[in-house]
């Protein structure tokens, strides 16, 4: 009976241990745990007929080598205008910087839709910036235009 109770309180002694460890460990992993994270924005195209902001998070490696870089957005249709009379879409493009300072196109969103917004999200690994342009674009268009200026929402020199 003896051997029983000890086994008993040997297993909830276990089980409590485990219990009290896996708190930490979740949120260790959890995907809002950042080690660097603040809103931008809001960026505009030209006139002010588009927009988007947002919020930039970041997770280094332990050793504070490589990175992980999360985008969310939304991207504002400011048009009023119908399409007959020149209205146009929202656009957003955003573009990385490496650790060379190399600069590439990473994401693009376009969004048809007065008074509306589209959310959006991506991720790019191994980023030493990130930098967001607004535009407005044809419904019917692969070239956007009337683009506001390159504003940068994110550097590695600002954490």
Same mark, same amino acid.
């Given at each position: 009976?003896?051997?029983?109770?000890?086994?008993?309180?040997? *297993? +909830?002694? @276990?089980?409590?241990? &485990? #219990?009290?460890?896996?708190?930490?460990?979740?949120?260790?992993?959890?995907?809002?745990?950042?080690?660097?994270?603040?809103?931008?924005? *809001? +960026?505009? @195209?030209?006139?002010? &007929? #588009?927009?988007?902001h947002g919020k930039v998070s970041v997770n280094w490696d332990h050793d504070g080598e490589s990175n992980e870089v999360h985008v969310w957005g939304k991207l504002y249709?400011?048009?009023?205008?119908?399409?007959?009379?020149?209205?146009?879409?929202a656009f957003v493009k955003f573009e990385a910087s490496d650790f060379d300072h190399d600069w590439s196109p990473v994401y693009y969103k376009k969004y048809c839709g007065f008074p509306g917004y589209k959310p959006f999200h991506f991720q790019e690994h191994d980023v030493y910036a990130v930098r967001a342009k607004v535009c407005q674009i044809g419904v019917h268009s692969n070239y956007p235009k009337k683009c506001g200026p390159w504003q940068y929402i994110y550097t590695a020199e600002s954490e």
């Open positions: 009976m003896l051997k029983k109770i000890a086994t008993g309180a040997l *297993a +909830v002694a @276990a089980t409590t241990a &485990l #219990a009290l460890s896996l708190p930490t460990a979740a949120s260790a992993t959890s995907p809002d745990y950042d080690d660097y994270s603040h809103s931008w924005g *809001a +960026v505009y @195209a030209k006139h002010g &007929l #588009a927009k988007a249709d400011l048009d009023n205008r119908t399409y007959d009379e020149g209205g146009k879409c």
